[in-house]
């Protein structure tokens, strides 16, 4: 049996009151809210965040052949960001990684790829979407990360099985970005729900047929595309039962692109029961159709954390903030002078304090050093270490403070002395914080971000956040 | 500590130090031209006679040619000495030991910084080392924000009888620094503008954090025996101590930010040298390093000039103020001069000289010159992870 070992959706803690942004321009906005990536998270960064939570998942021991990353907003064009994501996860280097890049439908091919091919593949989706303020790609759209571990039983035990897919492609002009823009061009809506309409119905009726299925077999449908009227009109006709279609989530996180597919398969996959038929329709450029059914291991899956759980445990951030964010308003940048760019020899030979967040633990003393370090602090033996991987492991905050003056894309910085569980201490750069509401003694666990850029060089590594939506 | 100290081998017969503060019209060679020449005058010789020179710097140039070429010295040995904040300290250290080895008669210890033609407001660093970027980025002024809460919690105090201890240590040298003509800020600065200042990083205020300066100070240093041949009241050498920390501060769980351990070895080893027992009753004045508020207040319990937890009790009493039982920074500190990274370790052994010596300006004379010993004390990084040093000279032998 082939299909879905282990899923993990990854929505950014901030969130934007759409109300917001007809408040400041007059126009543009509506209702409900969308998720806002913070100013150090990237595509890369939040595909890590949604991959960790992925294997974490997964059954133990369960790891990947290979690694696929699709998003329409590479962080990186020519380097290859799953080269990021393989360092960060601390695959092995046998373990093969690549990009698919570029479109929107780039997402849900790779996953289509990795269901009809053979080994164990972790698909990575992640996308940052946005648009000019009072655009309705501003306010509709999210950012997020949706990661899918696909493989044989043999890899894992599978929660939902693969029954099959189908698609229909067709060119046409419907929404349209040239590399280096920053927004996206649409055509009339109504033509691409003309479009659409069809080739929906040619992908969904070939996939049912393949897998031996009728529409009211289907017990959740989730169908997504940034066309929103599109995919509105197409659910309506897929001939399901009105509740098996599944909340798309734009009320809240609204559509993160080419992560979409993923993240709301993950979502859905958090609330199945053993048995059910989940159908999977993406419009994007064409149609694509994904049949699975859930197994009886779903009903002892343990998500490490859910997408229900992140969208609850959210917070609101204020309209100038995300302009700011998003490089829509340059705000005065703090009167220090910007970082210098890494150094690539450096990051190469620390690539795994950097990107994965191993530390050394000294074999007699058992004591803990950060970054690693050939002569323990305690006991002075010299070369007697061993790698301590602090990337999962969570700690409690001993001391902290409030830098207003140290250089930051997003002042002030809040910083805390984190003790870990197990021994140890760091001091750290905190985010997705209130630097008001934080308190000595909370817990905190570690997240992946990107700190400066600096040369086109982005500088990532490791930040701590408070423990949430556990 | 394995250090034998050259106590009464050396002596400072000559100092210069030009005024802190923002030098607009004046670049790193003016400064050390300036400084150099009132110390050659100081001592009663000119730039022939010193045998070899130490220059500290931290950001301001590198090699001995930054100092050769500005003073156009010939043929001279000069050394280029850097050790974060404690810069100009270790270049007096290195300069006192060339002598008392017999290596030369007479050194000359120089220290300068040009911090203000970066254009920022405060420290920009040094120079600049290929990094993975993983290192720390928070200001000293918010590591040594941890100091406050830590002291706080352990002696229980609350945040608002904190705030006053911290302010009452910023108000003395203020109070000091209004006195001092050499100072960039030389007005009192009142308790209640102290503690309503903008807050800089955690708690502090920008009361609480020394600001930024050019300057350049500098010292003769010849043979003890050789002493009178250039001054009448010569400065002697008693303890010289240095300790670099292993950084392991900020890894320990068990280290609460309420002592510097680097600066209570330094102060164990510089009393063993200089033969003190008792440094609070036996010192005359200290001068120590006052980069932020909180750093002076546990610098006076790591310094055994008040006992555990009792340092901030002290402070209210006027311990150490300028009439108090042992006055600390009566020159104003880091606090009215600002910080010339690479001069301020001379800057404070320069008030040791012109108290010990009698020649400090009457309104900031100190109560107990009679003891006849000062203390320099000079840091440079972060709580955790510190560079100290600790001087400790006098106006008499034995």
Redesign the interface.
């Known amino acids: 049996m082939r299909g879905i070992i282990s899923a993990g959706g990854y929505v950014p803690f901030r969130r934007l009151q759409r109300a917001e942004i007809a408040k400041t321009f007059g126009s543009g906005g509506g209702k409900g809210t969308r998720s806002v990536a913070s100013y150090d998270e990237d595509t890369t960064t939040m595909g890590v965040e949604a991959a960790r939570l992925a294997l974490r998942s997964a059954p133990s021991g369960a790891t990947p052949d290979t690694l696929w990353f699709a998003t329409a907003t590479p962080a990186y064009l020519d380097k290859n960001n799953a080269s990021t994501l393989h360092a960060a996860l601390r695959l092995d280097t046998d373990v093969s990684a690549f990009d698919f890049g570029g479109a929107l439908r780039s997402g849900i091919g790779a996953l289509r790829a990795a269901l009809d091919g053979a080994n164990s593949v972790l698909i990575v989706t992640s996308d940052l979407r946005g648009g000019l303020p009072t655009s309705g790609d501003e306010s509709a759209s999210g950012d997020g990360a949706g990661a899918l571990l696909v493989g044989d039983d043999s890899n894992g035990a599978v929660i939902a099985e693969y029954l099959g897919a189908a698609s229909a492609t067709e060119e046409f002009l419907e929404r349209w970005r040239t590399p280096g823009s920053t927004r996206s061009r649409v055509w009339e809506e109504r033509f691409g729900e003309v479009k659409y309409g069809p080739l929906v119905e040619q992908a969904w009726n070939a996939a049912l047929k393949a897998a031996e299925l009728s529409a009211d077999q289907v017990a959740r449908v989730i169908v997504t595309g940034m066309n929103a009227r599109a995919a509105r009109a197409v659910s309506a006709r897929l001939g399901t039962a009105k509740e098996a279609l599944v909340d798309d989530r734009s009320a809240t996180v609204g559509n993160s692109g080419s992560a979409h597919a993923a993240l709301l398969l993950a979502d859905t996959l958090e609330s199945a029961q053993p048995g059910q038929v989940i159908g999977l329709v993406v419009l994007a450029d064409g149609a694509d159709v994904l049949l699975f059914r859930t197994t009886d291991a779903i009903a002892s899956y343990a998500p490490a954390r859910t997408v229900a759980a992140q969208i609850d445990g959210a917070a609101d951030l204020p309209y100038g903030k995300f302009l700011s964010w998003r490089g829509e308003a340059r705000l005065e940048p703090p009167?220090?002078?910007e970082?210098?760019r890494?150094?690539a020899?450096?990051?190469g030979?620390?690539e795994e304090?950097?990107y994965a967040f191993v530390g050394s633990r000294d074999r007699g003393s058992g004591e803990?050093?950060?970054?690693p370090a050939r002569i323990s602090?305690v006991g002075d033996a010299v070369d007697d270490m061993q790698p301590a991987p602090m990337a999962d492991v969570q700690g409690t905050i001993?001391?902290?403070?409030?830098?207003?003056?140290?250089?930051?894309p997003s002042p002030p910085?809040a910083?805390a002395?984190v003790?870990w569980d197990g021994?140890?201490?760091?001091?750290v750069?905190l985010t997705d914080v209130d630097a008001a509401t934080l308190q000595?003694g909370d817990r905190v666990e570690m997240t992946f971000r990107k700190?400066?850029t600096s040369d086109e060089i982005h500088?990532?590594?490791w930040k701590a956040r408070p423990v949430r939506g556990t | 500590m394995g250090s034998h100290g050259i106590k009464d081998r050396v002596a400072i017969v000559g100092m210069g130090c030009t005024n802190f503060g923002e030098q607009w019209n004046k670049g790193t060679d003016d400064l050390l031209v300036d400084a150099a020449e009132a110390t050659f005058a100081s001592a009663g010789i000119t730039k022939d006679d010193v045998d070899a020179y130490w220059l500290g710097t931290a950001m301001s140039g590198m090699s001995g040619m930054a100092l050769a070429r500005p003073l156009q010295l010939h043929d001279k040995p000069v050394t280029h000495v850097e050790n974060f904040c404690a810069t100009a300290s270790e270049a007096l250290r290195n300069a006192a030991y060339s002598v008392a080895s017999g290596a030369y008669d007479v050194a000359m210890a120089i220290g300068v910084e040009k911090v203000k033609d970066s254009g920022y407001q405060g420290l920009v660093g040094a120079a600049k080392t290929p990094t993975d970027g993983t290192g720390r980025t928070l200001t000293a002024a918010a590591m040594f924000a941890m100091c406050s809460p830590g002291y706080g919690k352990k002696y229980g105090l609350d945040d608002a009888q904190m705030r006053e201890v911290l302010a009452r240590i910023a108000w003395k040298n203020h109070y000091n620094g209004a006195r001092n003509p050499r100072a960039q800020f030389r007005k009192e600065v009142s308790m209640e503008t102290i503690c309503n200042a903008p807050l800089m990083a955690g708690g502090l205020g920008v009361y609480d954090c020394s600001g930024v300066a050019d300057g350049s100070a500098a010292a003769i240093i010849v043979r003890a025996e050789d002493a009178h041949r250039y001054t009448d009241k010569p400065i002697y050498v008693k303890a010289l101590s240095l300790v670099a920390g292993n950084c392991s501060g900020n890894a320990d769980p068990d280290y609460d930010y309420t002592t510097f351990p680097e600066i209570a070895a330094t102060g164990r080893d510089a009393y063993a040298q200089a033969g003190i027992t008792n440094p609070r009753e036996q010192l005359a004045m200290a001068e120590v390093h006052d980069c932020f508020t909180p750093a002076e207040l546990l610098i006076y319990e790591d310094l055994q000039f008040a006992d555990r937890g009792t340092a901030w009790k002290e402070v209210l009493d006027g311990t150490f103020d300028l009439g108090g039982a042992l006055p600390v920074n009566p020159d104003g500190g880091l606090k009215s001069f600002g910080h010339p990274v690479g001069a301020s370790g001379l800057r404070m052994v320069f008030e040791a000289w012109l108290q010990l010596r009698g020649e400090a300006p009457a309104e900031r004379t100190i109560a107990h010159a009679d003891r006849g010993l000062a203390l320099t004390h000079n840091l440079g990084g972060y709580p955790g992870e510190m560079v100290s040093f600790v001087s400790v000279v006098g106006n008499e032998l034995g």
């Open positions: 009167r220090r002078p970082p210098d890494i150094s020899s450096v990051s030979r620390t304090w950097k803990l050093h950060m970054p602090r001993a001391l902290l403070t409030i830098d207003r003056i140290a250089y930051s910085v910083f002395v003790d021994g140890g201490r760091l001091p750069e000595m700190l400066f500088n990532y590594f």
